[in-house]
């Protein structure tokens, strides 16, 4: 069982819809989750950080966590073509030396 | 944010050549640095991490002596790629992280080996 799993997609919306990315991990002692997104030839940039249960919003995006059903997810609203990208999925179990990337979900934003 | 930089962007180079790729942050101290690789249209693959003086502590099926790694300060990590060959080629990418905080990524090197 890998330690992050994402759906790799691709996940196609319509511009202006809500855009809902899932990502699940094995370790219930895990602390910190994180969203990155990356562009095709590009390095992931950070997005949102999320250390505890509930949700998180910054601007568009909002994060949310589930330590019980060890998922977390990000929605996009207002989705823009801009934000097709792959987003990864990050989990740290509360060992700074250790962060688990998942492979990624491919969105297509649609104009 | 946390800026990370890492040069130089981009190498193409014969092969045999060994080449250093610097990674760099610039506004904070990182306790620790990882190295990614990426080839096209796949995901990230760990390399290695490193903490500031102590050795890289190196993921399964990467050769140590092939990718060597230096962590002299706590602002500055190197990656040598020694003796490239064309199946090195790759997209390398550096982080650099602070306790819990979130990995910040540099802007990748990408490595041509003719």
């Known amino acids: 069982q890998k330690e992050v799993e994402q759906n790799s997609g691709p996940l196609s919306v319509p511009e202006g819809a809500i855009a809902s990315l899932n990502c699940t991990y094995s370790?219930?002692?895990?602390?910190?989750f994180f969203w990155y997104r990356q562009y095709s030839g590009k390095s992931p940039e950070l997005i949102m950080s999320?250390?505890?249960?509930g949700d998180k919003e910054d601007g568009r995006f909002t994060a949310q966590l589930n330590k019980a059903s060890q998922y977390v997810s990000l929605l996009i609203r207002d989705s823009q073509p801009s934000d097709s990208a792959t987003y990864l999925c990050?989990?740290?179990?509360?060992?700074?030396?250790?962060?688990?990337f998942g492979s990624g979900t491919k969105l297509n934003v649609k104009p | 944010g946390a800026v990370v930089s890492q040069h130089p962007s981009r190498v193409i180079c014969k092969s045999g050549t060994s080449v250093k790729i610097e990674c760099r942050s610039l506004?904070?101290?990182?306790?620790?640095m990882f190295w990614y690789r990426q080839f096209p249209k796949q995901s990230l693959m760990l390399m290695a991490t490193?903490?500031?003086?102590?050795?890289?502590?190196?993921e399964q099926g990467v050769e140590k002596d092939k990718f060597l790694i230096n962590h002299a300060s706590l602002t500055l990590s190197t990656l040598t790629v020694t003796s490239a060959h064309p199946e090195d080629s790759s997209f390398y990418i550096c982080?650099?992280?602070?306790?819990?905080?979130?990995?910040?990524f540099g802007d990748g090197t990408r490595l041509s080996i003719l």
């Open positions: 982080s650099a992280s602070r306790d819990l905080q979130p990995q910040h």
């Open positions: 370790d219930r002692g895990s602390q910190s």
């Open positions: 999320i250390y505890s249960n």
């Open positions: 990050a989990v740290n179990k509360n060992n700074f030396n250790k962060f688990y």
């Open positions: 506004d904070f101290q990182a306790t620790t």
């Open positions: 490193s903490n500031e003086g102590s050795k890289a502590t190196y």
